[in-house]
């Protein structure tokens, strides 16, 4: 079955500490996103990629990173800069930047201890 | 202007009950207007969506109301059922050329329905 995979699905970090995020996906979609989740806020875009080895900011994208070397991947890394993070993380993807449909991955949780 | 307000944040309604839950827009540049639904844990699911050249649009027990002079939009869910308890979600989406084409989301409608 084709669809997107996120792990792990629960995540705890340390202050101070870098983690990354993963996110795969079967669909041989060309556009990948991710989302993050506050209660009370909806979602709001990160980063997004519309092909491999590139990417853009989107609306919160500071204290986070991404990388797209393989069309099928886009993890994103919660860096220390990140002064809030805890929150519920979506990873997605479009056949194309310009397609209409997005499928969104399980998610996964990050909580800072 | 890129932002969608959703209305209300949570919702209850009885079984068979007609919950609406309502989304208002600026940008007159949005051609396509999505609902998504997000059960506790797991991703949002793509569930209707129109082009703002139609007034109305049902799928199943799903209906999608659009008002393009008051840049309005909503989801009415007929006979509702307990397993349409969920969060749902707006979204919109420009129609111009170019890279800045992702969705805006509302922030979300936390609906329960009663037995």
């Known amino acids: 079955d084709g669809g997107i995979t996120q792990s792990p699905k629960y995540l705890f970090r340390k202050e101070g500490q870098n983690v990354t995020l993963s996110c795969e996906q079967n669909?041989?979609?060309?556009?990948m996103y991710w989302y993050r989740q506050d209660p009370g806020q909806g979602l709001r875009l990160i980063y997004y990629?519309?092909?491999?080895?590139?990417?853009q900011k989107g609306d919160i994208a500071e204290g986070y990173s991404v990388s797209r070397e393989k069309k099928e991947s886009f993890p994103l890394t919660v860096t220390s800069a990140q002064k809030n993070p805890t929150a519920f993380y979506l990873c997605?993807?479009?056949?194309?930047?310009?397609?209409?449909?997005?499928?969104f991955g399980s998610g996964t949780r990050l909580t800072v201890v | 202007q890129q932002q969608v307000k959703q209305s209300p944040q949570s919702l209850i309604v009885q079984k068979g009950g007609i919950p609406i839950i309502n989304c208002a827009y600026e940008?007159?540049?949005?051609?396509?207007f999505p609902w998504y639904q997000q059960f506790p844990g797991k991703g949002p699911a793509l569930l209707i969506a129109?082009?703002?050249?139609?007034s109305e649009k049902k799928e199943g027990r799903f209906t999608i109301s659009f008002n393009k002079s008051a840049k309005q939009f909503s989801l009415h869910i007929m006979d509702s059922q307990p397993g349409d308890s969920a969060t749902y979600f707006c979204?919109?989406?420009?129609?111009?050329?170019?890279?800045?084409?992702?969705?805006?989301f509302g922030s979300g409608t936390q609906l329960t329905v009663l037995p």
């Open positions: 979204a919109a989406r420009p129609g111009f050329s170019g890279s800045a084409r992702q969705l805006t």
């Open positions: 997605a993807s479009s056949i194309g930047a310009s397609s209409y449909g997005y499928t």
């Open positions: 669909l041989n979609h060309d556009a």
């Open positions: 129109i082009r703002p050249d139609v």
């Open positions: 940008n007159t540049a949005f051609d396509y």
């Open positions: 990629s519309q092909i491999v080895n590139d990417f």
